[in-house]
């Protein structure tokens, strides 16, 4: 999924100097503050994780940037060519796809659907397929796509989503919970995929995660969000910082390394 379109990319000898900057971000409903002075800064090639407890204003932030909910405050991204800042196009990746399994449409079907403002009849079926092709082979599943995608892994239609997110190429890739019940096969598929949509791209990565395992391993920076920004770092900062374990409520944390499987909560 993409919102915006202009689309403004990175030389190769400009790398990481590109930005997204969020400053004193805040969102209100009526009376209710979710979201208050959310300060977070982003060079390109990073992936920055979001964790918190359940109703910390996660998935409100990644709403917020996508313009799908009013906000205060400034969400800017700074191209590498002077720091001037532009309207990035933003790629997004939900944690589910809701469709009816039963339907006959394929991958390339969807891909149609989803990035032509033709209707799919009056597209020529040929550029339709290449340019489906071309998406998928970003993120290695060429294979998939004739499937149906009723047919598809857990896994498989992340990949999926995951290369219609990259069409085109964003400067800001948003993932929400991503992973979110694959299989250990298909979730150390999908990190390394996105690895390696970091270096050949430069992306600037936001990820929305309960999994505090793969954050640790995957993840440049940790934020710790609870209405603000509680802490920021390293994981290994964030992991051992007395903030993170007075919000899980967990003492003996991850002193000397990171356990399996050890999760918070969504929002």
């Not at 202009?6 to 900057?21: I, S």
């Not at 993120?139 to 004739?146: C, F, I, R, T």
Request: charged share 20%; proline share 4%.
């Amino acid at each position: 999924m993409q919102t915006n379109r202009y689309h403004a990319k990175c030389d190769g000898d400009c790398c990481n100097l590109c930005c997204t900057r969020i400053e004193n971000l805040g969102v209100a409903k009526g009376h209710t503050t979710i979201l208050e002075n959310v300060n977070i800064h982003i060079h390109c090639g990073e992936l920055t994780a979001i964790i918190g407890p359940n109703g910390g204003g996660k998935s409100t932030l990644l709403k917020a940037l996508l313009g799908e909910v009013p906000y205060t405050g400034e969400f800017k991204f700074l191209n590498a060519r002077g720091g001037r800042s532009i309207e990035p196009v933003i790629g997004y990746v939900p944690q589910h796809l809701d469709f009816d399994a039963g339907i006959p449409a394929s991958v390339s079907d969807l891909f149609v659907a989803c990035l032509s403002r033709k209707p799919a009849w009056l597209m020529r079926p040929g550029s339709a397929r290449n340019r489906a092709l071309e998406g998928l082979r970003k993120v290695n599943a060429e294979h998939l796509l004739d499937r149906r995608l009723g047919a598809l892994s857990g896994g498989e239609l992340q990949r999926v989503l995951l290369a219609l997110a990259l069409d085109p190429v964003p400067n800001l890739l948003l993932l929400d919970e991503p992973v979110s019940g694959m299989d250990q096969g298909g979730l150390e598929l999908f990190y390394s995929t996105v690895a390696e949509l970091r270096h050949n791209y430069d992306l600037s990565i936001i990820m929305v995660s309960h999994d505090f395992d793969q954050v640790w391993r995957h993840a440049d920076r940790v934020v710790l969000l609870n209405r603000t920004v509680i802490t920021s770092g390293t994981p290994q900062q964030v992991f051992n910082d007395r903030k993170t374990l007075e919000c899980f409520g967990i003492t003996g944390f991850f002193t000397g390394g990171m356990p399996g499987g050890t999760q918070g909560g969504d929002g």
